[in-house]
């Protein structure tokens, strides 16, 4: 979920972007320290029980080691260590885990960072504490020792959930599409040599890992985030339409969402924006709904205005009017569709390169609930509705071409075409995929960042993936989702003479020239060396 989010991101929209946050006020600030001062935030209210517990275990531990320091001390340094430390938990408490390398690693640089904002006369407990911490189950630690980190490794799951993806998420809003379960909103992109080392690394150590890129709980669906994803081709034209926003709509007299709040609700309504302008008022207000009932749910969950046990309504109910007043502004919503109508076709190419790098690389692919089509859902509850299950089954009863598919896009019927069709050849050839090799592919030619190419290999069968890339720069169509422009671009293929066959069925490809004018961008061919015949 990541990974592939990240790699469909255009790291040269970074000091752009930047730019954009940093004039949203004093409280757009890195998303390191956002997230850090939401950990110290969240250890003094919600988790102030669990703290203090937390506290006196160590400090039971330290005085059966013969360490001396005062509650006052000892809770400064622990709340330090708490708030720099990266990992969801360790596991030294728990003795079935037998490799704890990357534990020690999480917790001495959480020690090195609290080092720094601590003064020279806690360094004595800081060292006592990293000790308590760090000890091993091989090492025997005392009882009191082994409960204390346990007491941790309890605490900073939850605290890392609560403070991160429930509280620093909601307030950092540089580009949202980054902000979801898994991801470090600091890292906007992956290159495509990392996201491969990724895949190869996955392949050697995990091969059954599940590769996920929609849960129950994410922040907003795979499709939004794929189209969130194109602002980043078009940063300074997405930076200027914000600020000509900020300057027509924002709040007049401080009534309505602060420029943080405004930005994150303009991310989200483009994320869930329909394909095709509203088709009645009735529907209008639906969708508005939906979107009050995340800003309410967001607002909270940032900690800024509002929050669960003291809601604001006063800010509350201002943001919930500037909202409904900008969905029933003909001029915005019109600016809106103009928008979807220029960045959507490449965020659904976004979409479906996210599909098919989920159905092909190292792992088992996960479906979640209703992704089979696209999904612009937001928050929970709003990505637990209802699946149209019908509409589905009447889609795959009139399976066409995928090319027909790709023609008539906004149905969504393209992306369940290429889930069927890989899916199927996955349930003929599964050693391909379970313990096939994973090669990551040489790209030639000026256009060479636009594309994500690797062959999967087992038995003398052969299968060349190309996914697109950044696909606003490809000029894609509108209507058919085709390039628009000739694409300078080679796939080196050293040994693997054709034929290939396309399990999209598109027209014979000349494998080495995979993306070319007039076509869809999405190349999944197979090669059999037995000549066996495909199916």
């Given at each position: ?281 009735v529907l209008r207000e639906a969708w508005c709904d939906r979107i009050v009932q995340w800003q309410t749910k967001a607002l909270r ?235």
């Amino acid at each position: 979920m990541d990974q592939v989010s990240a790699v469909l991101h255009d790291a040269r929209a970074v000091p752009v972007l930047d730019k954009l946050w940093a004039a949203c006020g004093p409280e757009a600030r890195t998303c390191g320290l956002i997230a850090r001062e939401a950990r110290a935030q969240l250890l003094a209210e919600g988790f102030a029980a669990e703290f203090g517990q937390l506290t006196r275990l160590l400090a039971t531990a330290l005085k059966a080691r013969g360490a001396d320091c005062t509650p006052a001390g000892l809770r400064m340094v622990l709340e330090a260590m708490l708030v720099s430390f990266t990992l969801y938990r360790t596991y030294f408490g728990d003795e079935a885990v037998q490799d704890h390398a990357e534990d020690g690693a999480a917790v001495h640089d959480a020690a090195r960072a609290a080092r720094s904002r601590l003064g020279a006369g806690q360094e004595p407990v800081l060292d006592a504490v990293l000790g308590i911490l760090s000890a091993r189950p091989e090492q025997a630690p005392a009882p009191c020792v082994r409960r204390a980190e346990q007491a941790f490794e309890h605490l900073t799951a939850p605290l890392a959930a609560k403070s991160t993806e429930d509280t620093a998420f909601y307030r950092y809003a540089r580009l949202i599409s980054r902000n979801d379960v898994g991801s470090d909103p600091a890292r906007l992109s992956l290159t495509v040599a990392d996201f491969h080392a990724g895949c190869a690394a996955r392949a050697r150590l995990h091969p059954d890992a599940m590769l996920t890129t929609a849960t129950h709980d994410h922040k907003r669906g795979e499709d939004s985030r794929a189209r969130l994803a194109v602002l980043s081709e078009m940063a300074p034209q997405w930076c200027a339409q914000v600020s000509e926003w900020f300057a027509r709509n924002g709040a007049q007299a401080g009534i309505g969402p602060d420029r943080i709040d405004e930005l994150m609700l303009y991310q989200t309504m483009l994320g869930a924006w329909p394909l095709t302008p509203f088709a009645s008022v009735v529907l209008r207000e639906a969708w508005c709904d939906r979107i009050v009932q995340w800003q309410t749910k967001a607002l909270r969950e940032a900690k800024r205005h509002t929050n669960w046990l003291d809601p604001d309504t006063a800010y509350e109910e201002a943001c919930t009017a500037f909202t409904r007043r900008l969905v029933a502004s003909a001029a915005f919503t019109a600016q809106m569709d103009r928008m979807v109508a220029w960045i959507a076709p490449a965020g659904a190419l976004n979409g479906l390169a996210q599909t098919l790098l989920r159905l092909t690389t190292p792992g088992v692919p996960d479906l979640y609930q209703g992704c089979d089509l696209w999904d612009f859902s937001l928050v929970d509850p709003d990505n637990r509705r209802p699946v149209d299950f019908g509409l589905r089954h009447a889609l795959l009863e009139h399976a066409s071409s995928f090319d027909a598919s790709a023609a008539t896009w906004r149905t969504g019927q393209v992306k369940l075409d290429l889930i069927r069709r890989i899916l199927s050849f996955r349930a003929r050839y599964p050693d391909l995929f379970a313990i096939g090799s994973y090669q990551p592919l040489e790209l030639e030619g000026a256009d060479r960042d636009h594309a994500i190419a690797f062959l999967r290999q087992h038995d003398g069968f052969t299968l060349l993936v190309v996914a697109p890339r950044l696909p606003l720069g490809m000029e894609v169509q509108p209507d058919t989702l085709a390039v628009g422009r000739d694409m300078a671009l080679r796939v080196a293929l050293m040994q693997h003479a054709g034929p290939w066959h396309s399990l999209l069925g598109a027209a014979p490809v000349e494998a080495a020239m995979p993306f070319a004018r007039g076509q869809v961008p999405l190349v999944c061919l197979v090669h059999d060396a037995g000549g066996r015949g495909m199916p």
